[in-house]
């Protein structure tokens, strides 16, 4: 693989090196990678670089994610579907997360690992809000937080970020509050939900978040989102004029296969790849093929 020379891409003041961050335009995909940081991923934003994230929720997943170049892994409240298996995100508990959060952690060199505050574990108050972040950050070894909403959980973001873990907002379809909208729908069409939407981020934005995630949204109503802030912004079917992409690890790997919205491009069927090798096991074994007598001692 032709590697880019390491080059020093963000400077402050004159000449002035921003010490041990570069672009991911010129990160080296090797063990030479340098930590992407929440301060990487602003300038990549006045850069004009995207950003590149995905979930994971283990330990063997997150280092290939990792080893890819990723830039950011979220340890998404997804696991809640696609490793428990509910129907929605509310039931995953805290407990739950930060197991998931330090499998992932224990397989990541470089990419900034955020992970997200479970239902139930910040709308209470402000106090549990910052205990459950305390929880994930110092069991866990995560980076940063994620949780939903916007003037609702201003006063959490505010106290979580004053006791120095960044966090990162997600507005337009917050799934954890299914049940409030009733369907999985594309959310802020109608104008009034739209100016809240635009008023939440700039309001995340002064509350201290380093990124926000905007899930499902019109795609020129995202642009103008992200045009109105200096923080990225990180869409999920929310078109290609914010400041990076987030899927879910599952669906664009085609591991899942009951999920496909008009957003998600699967970049593999492994579904079906892990199917067929299972069966040719199976397949082996009954028939005396597995092992041979190489495979034995
Ligand atoms: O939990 C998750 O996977 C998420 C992404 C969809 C952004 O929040």
Do not use: W
């Amino acid at each position: 693989m032709l590697v880019k020379p390491a080059m020093f891409k963000y400077t402050r003041g004159k000449g002035e090196r921003l010490k041990g961050i570069m672009s991911t335009k010129h990160r080296p995909v090797s063990s030479e990678a340098k930590k992407v940081t929440t301060h990487v991923l602003k300038a990549m934003k006045q850069e004009g670089e995207k950003i590149s994230m995905l979930t994971a929720y283990d330990f063997s997943m997150a280092k290939i994610v990792d080893a890819a170049g990723i830039d950011v892994i979220l340890v998404g409240d997804s696991a809640s579907n696609v490793m428990a298996g509910h129907e929605t995100t509310l039931p995953i508990t805290l407990n739950e997360m930060i197991y998931h959060a330090a499998s992932v952690i224990r397989g990541v060199k470089n990419a900034l690992v955020v992970v997200d505050l479970p239902f139930g574990s910040y709308q209470g108050n402000s106090k549990e809000a910052l205990s459950s972040a305390i929880r994930i950050m110092k069991e866990s070894g995560a980076h940063a937080v994620k949780l939903e909403g916007g003037k609702e959980v201003q006063e959490s973001v505010e106290r979580i970020i004053s006791a120095g873990i960044p966090v990162m907002g997600h507005l337009g379809l917050t799934p954890q509050s299914i049940y409030k909208f009733g369907t999985y729908a594309v959310r802020a069409k109608g104008d009034e939900e739209a100016e809240k939407l635009k008023t939440d981020a700039l309001l995340l934005e002064a509350a201290g978040c380093f990124a926000i995630v905007l899930e499902k949204v019109p795609a020129d109503l995202a642009e103008e989102v992200s045009k109105s802030l200096s923080i990225p912004v990180i869409g999920i079917g929310a078109g290609g004029g914010v400041d990076g992409q987030v899927l879910v690890l599952h669906d664009m790997l085609g591991i899942n296969q009951d999920f496909s919205p008009r957003f998600l491009r699967r970049y593999h069927s492994l579904f079906d790849e892990i199917q067929g090798a299972v069966k040719n096991y199976i397949q082996d074994v009954k028939t005396q093929d597995f092992p041979n007598e190489g495979e034995q001692y």
